[in-house]
């Protein structure tokens, strides 16, 4: 059973727009969750992270926002750029961080 | 500095082959993740090690899995017996507080 959920498995936005990538989970007790993106041939690189605590963590062009109570999280990335194109994986994991759960990612494509 | 490397990063084998996959965690990293991620797929966590202690296997799908990491840094992924079932990429990650970080993996096929 998918405990994070990634709906939309593809996304294309316009350079210099807004791009919203979102993730469902389902375990309440998930606690700290974690945004990754990945290049082909390469392994998933951290982009960004919040904690159950915060509602909003920001860094750059990039903000994550998380509603506990909807036990959503969505990426914010403001302006897009053409070097953002790649696969971005959420990931959720509880108090004890031994495991991680992650979505089946979303392609975003930015158009130049 | 070094980030976390993983040898061979392709591999072909024989349905019945063995095969032992190596990580190279960042230096000082207590934590060390296995993951396999299949085709289209997120990485699904395998198995988990706090120094050299597997703390915890519960994502190892059968017994022809087999992890360990005997001085609590390089670790071998071992699987035995190969299936076809058994080709995805194979991502080892470090952390030493909440965050990992990724390895490149190691793509395995059995043919």
């Known amino acids: ?112 | 500095g070094a980030g976390v490397s993983q040898s061979p990063r392709y591999k072909v084998a024989k349905r019945g082959q063995d095969v032992a996959l190596r990580c190279d965690p960042i230096s000082g990293h207590v934590s060390l993740f296995w993951y396999q991620q299949a085709l289209g797929q997120g990485p699904e966590f395998l198995t988990y090690f706090q120094n050299e202690a597997q703390l915890d296997k519960s994502g190892l799908p059968s017994d022809r899995f087999f992890a360990e990491r005997p001085e609590g840094s390089v670790s071998t992924l071992k699987i035995q017996r190969t299936q076809q079932e058994d080709s995805a990429v194979y991502l080892c990650a470090s952390s030493q507080q909440e965050t990992q970080y990724f390895g490149p993996g190691t793509r395995l096929l059995v043919l």
């Open chain 1, 1 to 112: 059973d998918q405990q994070v959920k990634q709906n939309s498995p593809s996304l294309s936005v316009q350079e210099g727009r807004i791009s919203i990538l979102n993730c469902d989970y389902t375990n309440s007790m998930f606690d700290y969750f974690l945004w990754y993106k990945k290049y082909p041939a390469e392994g998933p690189t951290f982009l960004i992270s919040i904690s159950s605590i915060k509602d909003k963590n920001e860094d750059g062009r990039f903000t994550v926002f998380l509603n506990k109570s909807a036990k959503h999280l969505s990426l914010h990335i403001v302006p897009s750029q053409p070097g953002d194109s790649a696969v971005y994986f959420c990931a959720a994991s509880d108090l004890t961080g031994n495991q991680f759960y992650f979505g089946t990612g979303t392609s975003l494509t930015v158009i130049p």
